[in-house]
């Protein structure tokens, strides 16, 4: 599974709040939705996060390692 906890952290190290995300770097409430589910992304979105953030993919996300066959 993707997890998104490094983002959320990295955010809060850097005092953005769920407003932030909204109204100053004009996510949708349906993306903060699915960021806070850790459901599905493509990697247009992540590349959008590591523009706007100034990050690598791997400072935001991370992989769990879960007991499901694939």
Not at 1 to 14: D, G, V, Y
Request: glycine share 2%.
């Amino acid at each position: 599974m993707i997890s998104f906890e490094p983002f959320w952290k990295m955010l809060k190290e850097q005092g953005i709040s769920l407003y932030n995300l909204e109204y100053d770097y004009e996510f949708n409430p349906a993306e903060i939705s699915r960021l806070k589910n850790s459901h599905n992304f493509t990697l247009k979105f992540i590349k959008r996060l590591c523009i706007l953030f100034h990050c690598q993919p791997g400072d935001i996300i991370n992989f769990v390692e879960l007991d499901e066959k694939v």
